[in-house]
């Protein structure tokens, strides 16, 4: 057991002493801990089937996992020559990461990881995606979608802080947008931009709503709700926050676009 370990032992067990954390919770937290320490020995059973059934590989969600299991899962992907990727990553998890694997990007705005096999990494990517933002404050969520695009080995054009408040900063990029094959739209607030998208282009538009808002927004509610009552008929949505699935979704429209009859 390392110092750290030992501190972290000793603060629960004063804990316990004092009252202020129960037998029962301080058991769990020793168990997680335990885990963690001996996560190298788990023989993580990864579905390394599914690039050949769904067209791409399977994705690590981050958050309350092990650093050692996101890295003995990169490993097992690296050693079939499949992308990496692992989402909502903190930064703690993303050290211990990159001193196992050095040679993974580390994106602390989307939280996410990303290797890409030698095949990928040195070919083009391709284009026909973007993703864009209602506010620079969206920009993690939208972050999170662009990687996910980059791990599916495209190239997204990014458009940051493009909200309904200042319509004509949407109208500048209107030329970009006319290629696109299909859109992510991040926004928070009221959700409107993916409507406002949605009646300018001729492709798929994905509507992410995120938590971005003061106190009637309720957490996002208030954006997904107004995305899926969206009228433009090419708008879908996702739940609150999903970069990942905006940006897969998007990446799995473009992939179509691109295949052979």
């Given at each position: 057991m390392s110092k750290s370990d030992s501190l972290n032992m000793s603060t629960l067990l004063e804990a316990v002493a004092s009252g202020s954390l129960d037998v029962t919770s301080a058991l769990q937290q020793i168990e997680v801990a335990d885990y963690t320490i001996n996560s190298s020995v788990i023989d993580?059973?990864?579905d390394i089937d599914r690039q050949k059934r769904c067209g791409f590989p399977e994705a690590i969600y981050g958050a309350g996992k092990p650093a050692e299991v996101i890295v003995e899962a990169f490993r097992?992907?690296?050693?079939v020559g499949q992308n990496?990727?692992?989402t909502r990553v903190n930064e703690a998890q993303a050290e211990v990461v990159l001193e196992n694997l050095p040679e993974v990007n580390w994106n602390p705005t989307a939280r996410t990881l990303r290797w890409m096999a030698e095949e990928n990494s040195t070919e083009q990517a391709k284009t026909g995606t973007f993703v864009v933002t209602a506010g620079t404050t969206d920009r993690p969520v939208a972050e999170e979608a662009a990687e996910t695009l980059r791990w599916m080995n495209f190239e997204p054009g990014v458009i940051y802080?493009?909200?309904v408040a200042g319509p004509h900063r949407l109208l500048k990029s209107l030329p970009r947008l006319e290629s696109a094959k299909a859109i992510v739209v991040v926004a928070g607030m009221e959700g409107?931009?993916?409507?406002v998208v949605g009646g300018w282009v001729a492709c798929p538009v994905?509507?992410?709503?995120?938590?971005?808002?003061?106190?009637?927004?309720?957490?996002?509610l208030s954006a997904l709700l107004g995305m899926l009552n969206s009228c433009a008929a090419n708008v879908c949505t996702v739940n609150i926050d999903g970069g990942f699935k905006g940006g897969?979704?998007?990446?799995?429209?473009?992939?179509?676009?691109?295949?052979?009859?």
């Open positions: 993580l059973d990864l097992k992907l690296i050693s990496c990727l692992a802080d493009a909200g409107a931009l993916p409507s994905i509507a992410v709503p995120t938590s971005v808002g003061y106190g009637a927004n309720f957490g996002g897969y979704l998007a990446g799995l429209i473009a992939a179509q676009s691109d295949s052979p009859e």
